[in-house]
T-cell receptor
């Protein structure tokens, strides 16, 4: 069973500030995904990282995959109220016993950006 | 392209009652998932279908939960009888082809269940 730990659990900031949230595990990930979930909606995929050390950018969001593929971070520059939501990391699992396609989610970081 | 549809969006029942949720995945998507998301937690997989066959139901509480996808398209998830701890959002997701680790899972808006 994959255990994905996300921190912080809650983050409340002012518009324009920068922030970083983290996703860690004791296991090696085959790949890792970041999702954003808004109230009353399902999670929406932001990015998939596969290669250790990989960095992907999506406008003001920067995603980094650790060299050892055990951790990942999401950095948001100049946060805006529209960034408010639950940020979830998820992995399909590193062990070969995992069902193909099955996703394991962390508990998420609830981000609130105030105008 | 229409997204994953779920109904109802909200349901309030008393404990020991029964409830059913419906999901219509994106057209042509072979794999369908049901997740349970308890408040303050990430989604947890309950069951995964490949077409109309069950791939993984290891986390489904089979004494009270059941799910089916008879024609390989729509799916229903049933709880009978419901317990207080079943209060959660039930999310349906689908992927385009046979499940692969790089496939994008598309989620529906979920059904929020409250058990009183």
């Amino acid at each position: 069973t994959q255990l994905l730990e996300q921190s912080p659990q809650f983050l409340s900031i002012q518009e324009g500030e920068n922030l970083t949230v983290y996703c860690n595990s004791s296991s090696v990930f085959s790949s890792l995904q970041w999702y954003r979930q808004e109230p009353g909606e399902g999670p929406v995929l932001l990015v998939t990282v596969v290669t250790g050390g990989e960095v992907k950018k999506l406008k003001r969001l920067t995603f980094q995959f650790g060299d050892a593929r055990k951790d990942s971070s999401l950095h948001i520059t100049a946060a805006q109220p529209g960034d408010t939501g639950l940020y979830l990391c998820a992995s399909h699992g590193a062990d070969r016993g995992s069902t193909l396609g099955r996703l394991y989610f962390g508990r998420g970081t609830q981000l609130t950006v105030w105008p | 392209e229409a997204g994953v549809a779920q109904s109802p969006r909200y349901k309030i029942i008393e404990k020991r009652q029964s409830v059913a949720f419906w999901c219509n995945p994106i057209s042509g998507h072979a794999t369908l998932y049901w997740y349970q998301q308890i408040l303050g937690q990430g989604p947890k997989l309950l069951i995964q279908f490949q077409n109309n066959g069950v791939v993984d139901d290891s986390q489904l509480p089979k004494d009270r939960f059941s799910a089916e996808r008879l024609k390989g398209v729509d799916s229903t998830l049933k709880i009978q009888p419901a317990k207080l701890e079943d209060s959660a959002v039930y999310l349906c997701a689908s992927t385009r082809e046979q499940a692969a680790d790089t496939d994008t899972q598309y989620f529906g808006p979920g059904t929020r269940l409250t058990v009183l």
